[in-house]
């Protein structure tokens, strides 16, 4: 059979999909997979068996889509996506007796979970679990790998060479997940000063210019902004002892590389189905703040314009999730190693 498996954007969202893939490929020898996705993050796919990458820019008309996805005749539809473009497009292949599966986004109770008042603070289906239910109702057979693993979060990592390198992504795409960069800032002081530490900045082009100031202003630092190809990137980061992250797609890149993250929440929280695959939910830092979560994606202004949730996650809670986590003491400011979570 050959399943045309659809994840357009986010970067992140595509990012989920790389274990569940894997682990289904893994379990249907017989199904070729067409993955249709954003040609920047084939590398990510690179060489699990069965897949086969189909670069798609975003910006195609639902009719360009449709021309390129009935050229590769194929037998289903897993649609992972779920929006209206990718939704016209597929009623072109309908038209062509090619049937269509599509996601189901919990679009109410995601928003009872972020609704201004009376908010419903209950765990949402993860995004890889919604992902794993469209391919069960393709008719593949269950990946119980998938499962089994989904309930191991990732173990710290320990270098050979002695040394803890912890990369830092301080971007993300909308200002609600984006902690403050004077805190950043602190965090890679502070880090930076221990001479065991190597740390690497990863970010874009627009993260590169506050990237090289922080490396040529600290030791032991190096900034990856557009230094590479993004296969590159991936190879540095896979290398980690431990990612810095937003919530955001480099949370999801390090997760599919089997990193431990630390990752900070501001108007988004955990719960509405978007955190990192394998990670222990006590390395998620965040404030317990009635307002939060006020959005599933953090494209929403902060109603009292401060993102007081962001400024709440301080510089020294980090260091100290770090430091407990790559099991080294040595700059806690007030010699304790641990820090309190709301997961």
Not at 212 to 223: H, Q
Not at 305 to 323: F, Q
Request: charge should be positive; include cysteine.
């Amino acid at each position: 059979m050959r399943l045309l498996v659809i994840r357009l954007s986010a970067l992140g969202d595509v990012a989920i999909l790389a274990p569940v893939l894997r682990a289904r490929a893994a379990a249907n020898p017989g199904t070729t997979f067409l993955l249709a996705a954003p040609p920047l993050l084939q590398p990510l796919f690179a060489g699990i068996e069965g897949v086969e990458f189909i670069a798609t820019p975003r910006r195609q008309s639902p009719r360009e889509l449709a021309r390129q996805w009935i050229a590769l005749r194929p037998d289903l539809v897993a649609d992972l996506h779920g929006v209206p473009r990718v939704r016209r497009a597929l009623c072109r292949l309908r038209l062509h007796g090619v049937a269509v599966r599509h996601i189901r986004k919990e679009r109410w109770r995601r928003w009872r979970l972020t609704r201004r008042r009376c908010k419903t603070r209950r765990r949402l289906t993860a995004a890889w679990q919604r992902y794993d239910r469209v391919f069960d109702a393709c008719g593949l057979q269950p990946a119980a790998a998938i499962a089994a693993e989904s309930m191991q979060p990732l173990a710290p990592r320990r270098a050979a060479d002695g040394l803890r390198h912890i990369g830092l992504a301080p971007g993300a795409q909308h200002r609600g997940k984006i902690w403050p960069a004077a805190y950043m800032e602190t965090l890679v002081r502070q880090l930076s000063a221990d001479p065991r530490n190597r740390l690497l900045l990863f970010g874009g082009a627009e993260d590169k210019p506050q990237l090289e100031r922080w490396s040529a202003a600290y030791p032991n630092t190096r900034s990856l902004a557009c230094r590479g190809s993004f296969a590159d990137e991936l190879q540095a980061m896979a290398a980690l002892d431990l990612m810095v992250s937003m919530d955001s797609a480099n949370m999801h890149f390090a997760s599919a590389l089997g990193v431990p993250v630390v990752s900070i929440w501001g108007a988004t929280h955990p719960f509405a189905g978007f955190y990192g695959w394998r990670q222990h939910p006590g390395n998620a830092l965040q404030a317990d703040l009635p307002c939060r979560p006020c959005s599933a994606y953090g494209q929403k202004a902060c109603r009292y314009g401060d993102y007081r949730c962001l400024h709440a996650v301080t510089p020294d809670a980090v260091l100290r999730k770090i430091n407990e986590l790559t099991d080294s003491p040595y700059l806690t400011p007030d010699g304790r190693t641990t820090v309190n979570v709301d997961p």
